[in-house]
T-cell receptor, first 114, second 113 residues
């Protein structure tokens, strides 16, 4: 595997379910990100992890819970979601120390909350 | 805080015609600028970036962008588009020494034969 991978690619869940999204980067980066992409809206940065430490939480509801066990893996745990949480969830990674700042994205997980 | 405005939400264009996608940013400090492309059912892919130096930046797939500091713009251009360029394009900005990106709302490019 190369780049940034995300699983599952599609997920349908009820409002009472608990599920997790997984992201893995194979680029040796030290920062990882979760974004929410809704139709016709700018990408919303949800969480940032830098060297496994959470450095940003952009007022995300507690029904979204991130986990970063190491620099290569990032999870987003979901529980009691609302229909408005249906969106494409994108994971990204970057190398923050080299000063280039570009982020590399995974293909996303299309989440539908019923 | 920095912000990005993409002035066109949709741009229809005929195959082999030129296209320009407009991006303006606001920031009180120096920035890095990026253009990303998102093909259907895929994540974002970096097209090009401006960090410093020449204000004309060339990227992949024949795209180029010009950084204009006085107008705070970073417009993306391609002289001749293909059907395969149909996608959504995002402009993004990062403040120097802050690795987070702020994205514009995106421009949907539809190329017709």
């Amino acid at each position: 595997e190369t780049g940034v991978t995300q699983t599952p690619r599609h997920l349908v869940m009820g409002m009472t379910n608990k599920k997790s999204l997984k992201c893995e980067q194979h680029l040796g980066h030290n920062a990882m990100y979760w974004y929410k992409q809704s139709a016709k809206k700018p990408l919303e940065l949800m969480f940032v992890y830098n060297f496994k430490e959470q450095t940003e939480n952009n007022s995300v509801p507690s029904r979204f819970s991130p986990e970063c066990p190491n620099s290569s893996h990032l999870f987003l745990h979901l529980h009691t979601l609302q229909p408005e949480d249906s969106a494409l969830y994108l994971c990204a990674s970057s190398q923050v120390l080299q000063g280039t700042y570009e982020q590399y994205f995974g293909p996303g997980t299309r989440l539908t909350v019923t | 805080a920095q912000s990005v405005t993409q002035l066109d939400s949709q741009v229809p264009v005929f195959e082999e015609a030129p296209v320009e996608l407009r991006c303006n940013y606001s920031s009180s400090v120096s920035v890095y600028l990026f253009w990303y492309v998102q093909y259907p059912n895929q994540g974002l892919q970096l097209l090009l970036k401006y960090l410093s130096g020449s204000t004309l930046v060339k990227g992949i797939n024949g795209f180029e962008a010009e950084f204009n500091k006085s107008q705070t713009s970073f417009h993306l251009r391609k002289p001749s588009v293909h059907i395969s360029d149909t996608a959504e394009y995002f402009c993004a900005v990062s403040v120097i020494n802050d690795y987070k990106l702020s994205f514009g709302a995106g421009t949907t490019v539809t190329v017709r034969a």
